[in-house]
């Protein structure tokens, strides 16, 4: 199974920067979509109609704001909109999607850069997603976890770690959740298989010419729990791919 998660900040903006083309040529069976800032009322038939692919999204209530989407080859058995509480399901945060035994969630995670009662909120969305991940291995389910954490785990996962230790998305009490997430046996994909990478990341400022000086963070993700292991095949990020502030980052399931 091949899995990609892609920030599009602004699923329209993306469609007008090749994103069909894209969906055209994935080798990819679920794409999971962050910042569609948009309502599925508000988007074209294009967008909602892909040829190949069903799709479902999850909209804030604030309209060109956050949300969340999941397109499929194959119907999945379940889709799950939110996480079951209003203050994160108004800005459409996650989705998830089961097939068989296996849940794959993704994720839009709040941005702490607006001050501490949102990087409160950002901890409070962490912990509650902790809950439902454990909860579904509790009961026998294989949990994948993608999309955009907005926050770099270690040093080597942004360019400029020593400027950056009072930023949010790099607050040791952000940074500490990711422990935890590993602490409680879920993998970082990428850093399992590449453990050695550096200069690699997901996500570059539009400012100071970031992308082409390769000024960036790893901040976009999957995590998949012990059970999966050993089915961890390959897991990339796609720092070519234009059409967006973000790289898609893919997970290849044997």
């Not at 996962?157 to 020593?162: V, Y």
Request: glycine share 8%; hydrophobic share 35%.
């Amino acid at each position: 199974m091949n899995l990609l998660s892609w920030n599009v900040n602004g699923i329209r903006a993306a469609a007008k920067k090749g994103f069909l083309e894209f969906m055209s040529t994935t080798d990819a069976d679920v794409v999971f979509i962050q910042e569609t800032k948009a309502n599925r009322e508000q988007l074209p038939d294009e967008l909602l109609n892909i040829p190949g692919w069903g799709v479902t999204f999850h909209s804030g209530v604030r309209k060109g704001y956050s949300g969340v989407a999941a397109y499929y080859r194959k119907e999945p058995d379940e889709v799950v909109c939110g996480l079951g509480v209003d203050k994160f399901d108004d800005e459409g945060r996650a989705i998830m999607v089961r097939y068989d035994d296996l849940c794959v969630f993704g994720n839009y995670f709040p941005n702490g850069g607006k001050g501490p009662e949102r990087v409160d909120y950002k901890l409070e969305f962490y912990d509650l997603l902790l809950q439902r991940m454990n909860t579904l291995r509790d009961q026998g389910c294989q949990v994948v976890v993608c999309g955009d954490y907005n926050t770099a785990h270690y040093e080597v996962d942004l360019a400029r770690p020593k400027a950056n230790q009072k930023t949010s998305g790099f607050l040791q009490e952000e940074r500490a959740w990711l422990d935890r997430y590993v602490d409680e046996g879920y993998i970082d994909t990428f850093r399992h298989l590449h453990p050695e990478a550096v200069d690699r990341y997901s996500w570059w400022s539009w400012r100071a010419n970031s992308r082409e000086r390769n000024i960036g963070w790893r901040i976009d993700y999957f995590f998949v729990d012990e059970s999966l292991r050993g089915r961890i095949a390959a897991a990339e990020i796609h720092e070519e791919q234009e059409g967006s502030d973000h790289a898609p980052v893919t997970l290849t399931l044997s």
